[in-house]
């Protein structure tokens, strides 16, 4: 909204700054940060009073978690939503077709956890909302989301899968790329969604990675950029560093409150629409396999899962102590923030991996 304040701007004056992407980035990322600061007691209060026993702990769960996470509110994705959407709207181009995409994703899936959280405390149980209720919902709006990039994308790279580390190199996917995009956006909501299940854990790896998709976005967004990286020049993304500035603020708002001890949960309200957006910002710029690099935790995290129900049908025994992986290093005796840290490390890491493939060609 802020960028039209440039109709006042004869070029060289404060107005002028509003046409800038990186200045505007910054407003998003303080604007939303100011939000979680503002906002963040006062909704962790009125979910307490709300929510009496807080979040349902899993009985199957970690031992320590029945002692130290036991009323504790969840919704607190709610906080991170608010200063994400409100310093979007406020500080990016409207008429932007990338942003509004990012937005719808978020949204929806942020609207699905709502769903599930609201249905855990009402109910007073950890199952929620029906998971094939959840999965559907979240094929709907993944597959609208994939569709409209593929209609936004130059007519070069429409339907077309780039291929990290080689230069030009793209595999034209069809009427396939509709789906594999859709699978990129769901995959990525629900793997940060298993990853929540210590404080501050995902929502770290999740700013450090928004952090190198704005980068990212943002290159591939300006031709000259692209012409000096070798990289797949997709117009009208730089704008997603507004996105993606937004999210890191809030998400810093919010780690505020959710540092062990946390006072709040993100709940899957907070985690579903993070973990989609980072899927969408990877569909709309055409770096869904460098998204598996960057999120290399998350895809790790939920492989865990996977892989310990497969085995367990297959066999009666198990691969881990316990699954996501996460828990299983809890159950091996490792203490909360050494896991919270560490994997935040892997996270940082892994992003750096991801940013280096787009000079690395």
């Known amino acids: 909204m802020f960028y039209w304040l440039t ?47 807080g979040q349902p702990i899993r ?32 500080w990016s181009r409207l008429d932007n077709g990338f942003v509004w995409i990012v937005l719808f994703v978020t949204t929806g899936f942020g609207l699905i956890g709502f769903a599930d959280d609201y249905a855990k405390v009402s109910l007073k149980s950890h199952k929620g909302v029906s998971g094939k209720v959840r999965i559907l919902s979240g094929i709907i709006i993944s597959v609208i989301a994939a569709l409209l990039a593929s209609k936004l994308h130059p007519d070069p790279l429409t339907n077309q899968l780039a291929l990290p580390f080689l230069k030009n ?9 509709i789906l594999f995009g859709a699978f990129v956006i ?59 500035a937004g999210l890191i603020g809030g998400g810093l708002g919010f780690l505020w409150y959710n540092a062990p001890p946390a006072a709040v949960f993100m709940g899957d309200t907070g985690s579903l629409s993070l973990g989609g957006a980072l899927g969408a910002i990877a569909v709309l710029t055409k770096h869904e396999l460098v998204m598996g690099i960057i999120g290399g935790l998350f895809v ?38 050494q896991i919270v840290i560490r994997f935040w490390i892997i996270a940082l890491i892994l992003a750096m991996i991801g940013l280096a493939t787009l000079k690395v060609r």
């Open 7 to 53: 109709v006042f701007s004869d070029g060289g004056d404060f107005f002028n700054l509003f046409r800038y992407i990186t200045f505007r980035a910054g407003g998003a990322f303080f604007t939303a940060l100011l939000f979680g600061f503002i906002f963040g007691r006062p909704l962790i209060n009125f979910l307490k009073r709300k929510q009496i026993n």
């Open 59 to 90: 009985a199957d769960g970690p031992e320590s978690h029945i002692l130290t996470k036991a009323g504790t509110p969840t919704m607190g994705g709610l906080l991170i939503l608010g200063a994400l959407l409100t310093s979007t709207l406020l």
């Open 169 to 177: 190199a793209l595999i034209n996917l069809g009427p396939f790329f």
């Open 186 to 244: 769901l995959g990525a909501a629900n793997s940060v969604n298993l990853t929540d299940g210590l404080d501050g854990l995902a929502i770290m790896p999740v700013m450090i990675a928004a952090a190198a998709l704005g980068i990212i976005s943002y290159a591939v967004g300006r031709v000259d950029f692209t012409q000096y990286l070798d990289v797949h020049y997709v117009p009208g993304t730089s704008e997603l560093l507004v996105f993606s």
């Open 300 to 337: 790790v995290e939920a492989l865990s899962v996977i892989i310990q129900v497969l085995y367990f049908k297959l066999t009666g025994r198990r691969v881990f102590l316990m699954a996501p992986i996460h828990h299983h290093f809890e159950k091996k005796g490792w203490a909360e923030p």
